[in-house]
């Protein structure tokens, strides 16, 4: 072997040893960054007639299983979608209250009925006629704080799809500018593993938004599909999707009721945007938490009605009255009414009205106790206790059904629970146990899904993270090479000069 090629081979040897040095700085600096995958370098043995000619360095890949990766990704959205369901769940949670414990609508329906029941030993005691006010007071706050809270958490679902929406046309204008520099260095010898891995970062910043699935292709473009088969454009403009930002009032519905779709170039594209945060707060803003709203606006309506069934107007609208039901759809005169709700005002004005009644009822031949009647009058409070607390209106005559089905403004929703035969507090106790049961499933499923998130993390990490004894002991059998090929040139260059001093 001549000296020129002994040198030919340590010189190719010292340039892949130090790419290999730059990629084991490359993988030790982002051994903490989230989601890098390792970079492996890559040589291939050089020969001329047989004879070996050295290394040449090849561009380094990425260590990586691209199924295992996949499930994360598609994990990282379920994990995502229960979270985001969770943390607006659990601030309905907070007013909805415990039941039994005081401060839920079936505690609070209880006092009314005991304030009831004890004005029925004394009814002209005017101390007990305020107390049955302040008790119905209590509640219709009660069903207004709740009312509230839904209306708040479905407006965040819709702001919060706004915010989802920038994030995802950004996300996929970077993974657009990352695909189109790898595309460019396909063809060249130069390496993509840094881009590769930047791109990766952004899928993983686009995976809790949405349920997406990557096909890697040939020229080194990544196609990105939702599960539906949407395809999500990655070029063509900063801001593919489009969901205009818009109030949620309680009357407010998608599609055709005033909230706008997301749409992708000019088509709504709503019903395809699956899983992650995105599929979540759709599904919050358009059915869970108005589906919540149509039933405490079932129940307070029901109450209000009850009462008046028996001759006394103690719940009613901001205009006074008692929306009556029967519209198409089943709500259509009280949708939103648990935001308005509130005591009767005549009655505040005049408790004693418990007592007496407001208005004749001929169903059931009830007459008001007259200016100047009875202080003793029993009969309205009699018939409000066995009959607006119970499940008949009158003797042998059931109350009428609430509903459970064609709920809302558009009359697409149905009750989380078979509200037939209840009573007041039977209606109550459902509607907060329902939806504290919704609440508690949805953290129990986000418990095991991120037990499994975890479990994929890990898998992961072993396979494509970095490690760090791994790197530090390529390091040693480098430096070893590394003063190999540098011996190996000392000595052609020592040849060398006592070539040139022979011949001088």
Known sequence: MSLDSALSIAAGGLANINARFALISQNVANAATPGYAVEVGSQVAVTANGVGMGVRTGPATLQIDQALQASVTQQTATVSGLQTTQASLQAIDSVLGTPGAGNDLGSLLGSLKDGFSALLTDPSNQTQQR????????????????????????????DGLGSAINTLNSTLATIGRLSNQIIALKPTSQGTADLENQRNAAVQTLAPLLD???????????????????TLPTRGGPAPFSQPGSSTPVASYYPGGGIPGITLAGADVTSQMTGGQIGAEIALRDTTLPAGQAELDEFA????????????????????????????PAQAGYVGYGATIHVNAAVVATPSLVRDGTASVASTGFIPNPSGGPAGFTTLITDVVNFTFGTQSQNGIAQPAMNANGLGPSGNLTSSFNPAGNSLSGFATNLVSSRSQLSASTTNNLAAEQALQTSLNARVTSVSGVNMDTEMSQMLTLQNAYSANARVISAAQSMFSQLLQSVQ
């Open 301 to 328: 309506q029901g109450l209000s009605s009850r009462f008046a069934g028996q001759g006394l107007t103690l719940f009613t609208d901001a205009s006074g009255n008692v929306p009556s039901g029967g519209g198409t």
């Open 212 to 230: 997406v699935k990557t096909v890697a292709q040939p020229s080194g473009d990544l196609s990105i599909f939702t599960a539906s088969g949407l």
């Open 131 to 158: 107390a049955v006010v302040s008790a119905a007071t209590t509640l219709a706050r009660g069903i207004n704080a709740l009312s509230a809270t839904y209306s708040a958490q479905r407006q965040a679902a819709q």
